[in-house]
């Protein structure tokens, strides 16, 4: 079993910038992909951004260029730099692991509000 805590989601005005992070643990030797989803109200997850244990990294259409995604394999954590943040980023991100055995785990979420 992962667990994954997220932290760091908040209100943020427009063009400003926040990091949101996720620390996994338990069998964390057997994770694989990290990344982050997002959701919006009424709609299926979209994927942000994830990276796999050896760095290969895969935004979103939508981040790219504006997001940055980073991991620390001693810490089993994930971080998430967001800048230029849009009202449109306004949306639930959610932390997830896939595992060696097949298992996804996703954290609680934490909720990115942009306005002004």
């Known amino acids: 079993q992962v667990q994954l805590v997220e932290s760091g989601g908040g209100l943020v005005q427009p063009g400003e910038s926040l990091r949101v992070s996720c620390a996994a643990t338990g069998d964390t030797w057997n994770i694989m992909d990290m990344g982050w989803y997002r959701q919006f109200p009424g709609e299926q997850r979209e994927l942000v951004a994830r990276?796999?244990?050896?760095?290969?990294?895969k935004y979103g259409d939508s981040v790219t260029g504006r997001f940055t995604i980073s991991r620390d394999n001693v810490k089993n954590t994930v971080y998430l730099q967001m800048d230029s943040l849009r009202p449109e980023d306004t949306a639930a991100y959610y932390c997830?692991?896939?595992?060696?055995?097949?298992?996804?785990?996703w954290g609680q979420g934490t909720q990115v509000t942009v306005s002004s």
């Open positions: 997830y692991a896939d595992t060696t055995d097949f298992r996804l785990y």
């Open positions: 990276i796999t244990t050896d760095g290969t990294i």
